[in-house]
């Protein structure tokens, strides 16, 4: 049906609240302040993409919460209580700018004896987990794991883990724990005996301990699906089932490759069919390959990647992590991270999810903020976020933007607003209290902390974090670019400056911020969707698109091409609104904050330039 009927049925819909049409979607029953008719609706998984129930094409933008569930202060819970965990919630959509998280549950805490299930914990964590819901935040749990189990560890050993109940750890008479020479926690994986011996028996289901996992699983999910209302569990997008997978050794004539497709897929498809058991049919498993498939050491690197998984299809999602081990090691990156410096390595999580047929989401990626390398942070994390965003860099951008690739979705290690401020026995020992940065491991990577008056505050650049990405894509994304400034002490890093080929953009930009979308319309009546920073004041906002030019947006209404509207959440957190009137059309749309006032000729002669450079590359 023509676009512009639509739009006037969509109108009556929002109006009527029962009209249901082909080409307008019914209005949803708004439980969430400040949504729109075309807010809260579930997530699947389409053409390599997640999607919308308007068919709009999603990206996931968030953080880790959190590290705490590791440590046993607060019990395995990520908060102390729910209103720490709604004061986080309220912080990391305002403050961090994220839409979704990945929610980290305890295993131990979850099965504390064998066969029996802690339901005090699991009311507990929805609790804590309805706090970022009924915030507008999307959901993804995990249970996670470290170096297999704390269980593992003496009370005087440098390292500890998670994961594993004690009971589980009990069953296998493993050696005492010891990594010999070593440097970094992650050594563990590999070289310390008692790590190794019990991810094996995991893997191969020895005293059935795989088995006694999938029964927690499957009675968690159901516990979630049954204590949470059908609106929250909208927001529930799927489910990590086990945190960065390892062998911990190989048998004989056993490579990592034929590992993952003897021992980790059948995992994940039993797993899959457990969350069928438990009402998630219509929800993914965002399964992560042999954690070292995409190590950028050479030594650590291992085949995999879920390469002989076949079409995984929309009910998984490829989910993997990235750190630059190099950056890390302060030794094999001697330098700061650079423009483009992970096109290559984000590009291939791009390929191997679209040789799956299915949604990528890198569920971490950060650097250290503490310590020896803790330099590098601010270049590292601005070139992860340059390559989620586009697998083009920044100085080549402007000039080959179609090969940007899809918008990656990701939720940066961490989120934990105790940081600094812990109280944890490590390995129980009285003598071993940790107080510092995440207590766990020596590590120091959350993006937030609480102030002395107990207000969140962020550690890392706002600029850097709170961004403009497309939240929502009404039709199909073509390429995205954001600039967005951030500072490496005194230096201001700009490495997607606008090319002097469009004096008039770059006039209009300036020193400010910019970030440029383009997409390809869809039939659907729901807008295109940007999320706006909190230094993007809708008043102070200037938008260049082909669909007009707005300088101070208005308030959304379903007949405005260009307008503003709250996020969903009630956190004063807000989005840009992009509607089109067509199907099948190329459209663009710059938002910035670097003018001001900007005339009437400025923006036309702004529009005109970025008109005709899209109709050059598109």
Same mark, same amino acid.
């Given at each position: 049906m023509p676009n512009i009927r639509a739009r006037l049925l969509a109108v009556l819909v929002v109006l009527l609240g029962s009209l249901t049409v082909a080409g307008a979607p019914p209005a949803t029953a708004a439980t969430l302040s400040g949504s729109l008719w075309f807010d809260e609706t579930p997530l699947t998984v389409r053409n390599g993409r997640f999607v919308d129930g308007n068919g709009r094409e999603v990206v996931l933008r968030g953080y880790n919460v959190s590290g705490e569930t590791k440590l046993e202060e607060n019990g395995g819970l990520p908060f102390a209580s729910? &209103?720490?965990? #709604? #004061?986080?919630?309220?912080?990391?959509? &305002?403050?961090?700018?994220?839409?979704?998280?990945?929610?980290?549950?305890s295993w131990a805490h979850a099965e504390p004896t064998r066969g029996t299930v802690d339901t005090a914990y699991l009311a507990a964590a929805t609790e804590q987990?309805?706090?970022? =819901? $009924?915030t507008g935040i999307r959901v993804y749990p995990d249970f996670h794991q470290d170096l297999y189990s704390r269980h593992l560890f003496d009370a005087g050993s440098w390292y500890t883990g998670d994961g594993a109940p004690k009971w589980a750890v009990s069953l296998g008479s493993y050696p005492r724990e010891s990594c010999g020479i070593c440097f970094f926690w992650g050594q563990n994986i590999t070289q310390n005996q008692a790590v190794t011996k019990a991810q094996y028996d995991f893997w191969h289901n020895t005293y059935g301990l795989q088995d006694s996992f999938l029964d927690t699983a499957q009675k968690t999910m159901t516990y979630l699906q049954q204590h949470l209302s059908e609106a929250e569990f909208a927001f529930v997008v799927g489910f990590d089932p086990y945190n960065e997978p390892y062998a911990g050794s190989y048998e004989p004539g056993r490579t990592s490759r034929t590992w993952e497709q003897s021992l980790l897929w059948p995992f994940y498809e039993r797993f899959r069919a457990r969350m069928d058991l438990a009402g998630w049919q219509d929800k993914p498993a965002f399964v992560e390959p042999n954690l070292f498939w995409n190590a950028d050491i050479d030594s650590q690197r291992q085949e995999g990647g879920l390469l002989d998984a076949g079409t995984l299809g929309p009910r998984y999602v490829f989910n993997t992590h990235f750190y630059d081990q190099k950056a890390i090691s302060g030794i094999l990156m001697w330098g700061n991270a650079s423009d483009g410096q992970y096109s290559t390595d984000f590009g291939t999580i791009r390929d191997r999810a679209?040789?799956?047929a299915t949604a990528a989401v890198v569920s971490e990626f950060g650097h250290p903020l503490s310590g020896a390398v803790s330099g590098k942070a601010p270049t590292v994390d601005k070139a992860m976020y340059q390559a989620l965003d586009s697998?083009? +860099?920044? &100085? /080549?951008?402007?000039? $080959? +933007?179609?090969?940007?690739?899809?918008? =990656?979705?990701?939720?940066?290690?961490?989120w934990d607003i105790y940081s600094g401020r812990h109280h944890e026995l490590m390995n129980d020992n009285p003598d071993k209290v940790r107080t510092a940065a995440d207590a766990w491991n020596d590590e120091d990577l959350s993006a937030v902390r609480l102030d002395d008056s107990g207000a969140v505050t962020l550690r890392q650049d706002a600029r850097l974090l709170d961004r403009v990405y497309p939240g929502a894509t009404a039709g199909t994304t073509l390429a995205f670019t954001y600039e967005d400034r951030s500072r490496d002490g005194a230096t201001t890093l700009t490495w997607n400056p606008v090319p002097g080929s469009l004096p008039n953009v770059s006039r209009l930009v300036g020193s400010g911020r910019y970030g440029l979308l383009v997409w390809r319309s869809g039939p659907g009546s729901a807008p295109t969707e940007l999320h706006l920073p909190a230094s993007f004041p809708a008043a102070a906002t200037t938008v260049v698109s082909d669909l007009g030019t707005a300088y101070g947006p208005p308030a959304y209404t379903p007949t405005a091409p260009i307008a503003a509207a709250p996020e969903p959440g009630g956190t004063g957190s807000r989005r840009l609104l992009l509607t089109d009137? $067509? /199907?099948?059309a190329v459209h663009y749309a710059l938002v910035t904050n670097g003018a001001t006032s900007p005339s009437a000729a400025l923006l036309e002669a702004a529009r005109s330039e970025l008109s005709a450079w899209a109709a050059g590359h598109f």
């Amino acid at each position: 049906m023509p676009n512009i009927r639509a739009r006037l049925l969509a109108v009556l819909v929002v109006l009527l609240g029962s009209l249901t049409v082909a080409g307008a979607p019914p209005a949803t029953a708004a439980t969430l302040s400040g949504s729109l008719w075309f807010d809260e609706t579930p997530l699947t998984v389409r053409n390599g993409r997640f999607v919308d129930g308007n068919g709009r094409e999603v990206v996931l933008r968030g953080y880790n919460v959190s590290g705490e569930t590791k440590l046993e202060e607060n019990g395995g819970l990520p908060f102390a209580s729910p &209103a720490d965990a #709604k #004061k986080s919630a309220t912080a990391l959509r &305002a403050l961090g700018g994220g839409n979704s998280v990945r929610f980290l549950l305890s295993w131990a805490h979850a099965e504390p004896t064998r066969g029996t299930v802690d339901t005090a914990y699991l009311a507990a964590a929805t609790e804590q987990m309805r706090a970022f =819901l $009924d915030t507008g935040i999307r959901v993804y749990p995990d249970f996670h794991q470290d170096l297999y189990s704390r269980h593992l560890f003496d009370a005087g050993s440098w390292y500890t883990g998670d994961g594993a109940p004690k009971w589980a750890v009990s069953l296998g008479s493993y050696p005492r724990e010891s990594c010999g020479i070593c440097f970094f926690w992650g050594q563990n994986i590999t070289q310390n005996q008692a790590v190794t011996k019990a991810q094996y028996d995991f893997w191969h289901n020895t005293y059935g301990l795989q088995d006694s996992f999938l029964d927690t699983a499957q009675k968690t999910m159901t516990y979630l699906q049954q204590h949470l209302s059908e609106a929250e569990f909208a927001f529930v997008v799927g489910f990590d089932p086990y945190n960065e997978p390892y062998a911990g050794s190989y048998e004989p004539g056993r490579t990592s490759r034929t590992w993952e497709q003897s021992l980790l897929w059948p995992f994940y498809e039993r797993f899959r069919a457990r969350m069928d058991l438990a009402g998630w049919q219509d929800k993914p498993a965002f399964v992560e390959p042999n954690l070292f498939w995409n190590a950028d050491i050479d030594s650590q690197r291992q085949e995999g990647g879920l390469l002989d998984a076949g079409t995984l299809g929309p009910r998984y999602v490829f989910n993997t992590h990235f750190y630059d081990q190099k950056a890390i090691s302060g030794i094999l990156m001697w330098g700061n991270a650079s423009d483009g410096q992970y096109s290559t390595d984000f590009g291939t999580i791009r390929d191997r999810a679209s040789a799956t047929a299915t949604a990528a989401v890198v569920s971490e990626f950060g650097h250290p903020l503490s310590g020896a390398v803790s330099g590098k942070a601010p270049t590292v994390d601005k070139a992860m976020y340059q390559a989620l965003d586009s697998r083009v +860099p920044g &100085a /080549s951008w402007w000039s $080959d +933007p179609a090969a940007s690739g899809p918008v =990656l979705s990701g939720t940066q290690w961490q989120w934990d607003i105790y940081s600094g401020r812990h109280h944890e026995l490590m390995n129980d020992n009285p003598d071993k209290v940790r107080t510092a940065a995440d207590a766990w491991n020596d590590e120091d990577l959350s993006a937030v902390r609480l102030d002395d008056s107990g207000a969140v505050t962020l550690r890392q650049d706002a600029r850097l974090l709170d961004r403009v990405y497309p939240g929502a894509t009404a039709g199909t994304t073509l390429a995205f670019t954001y600039e967005d400034r951030s500072r490496d002490g005194a230096t201001t890093l700009t490495w997607n400056p606008v090319p002097g080929s469009l004096p008039n953009v770059s006039r209009l930009v300036g020193s400010g911020r910019y970030g440029l979308l383009v997409w390809r319309s869809g039939p659907g009546s729901a807008p295109t969707e940007l999320h706006l920073p909190a230094s993007f004041p809708a008043a102070a906002t200037t938008v260049v698109s082909d669909l007009g030019t707005a300088y101070g947006p208005p308030a959304y209404t379903p007949t405005a091409p260009i307008a503003a509207a709250p996020e969903p959440g009630g956190t004063g957190s807000r989005r840009l609104l992009l509607t089109d009137a $067509d /199907s099948g059309a190329v459209h663009y749309a710059l938002v910035t904050n670097g003018a001001t006032s900007p005339s009437a000729a400025l923006l036309e002669a702004a529009r005109s330039e970025l008109s005709a450079w899209a109709a050059g590359h598109f």
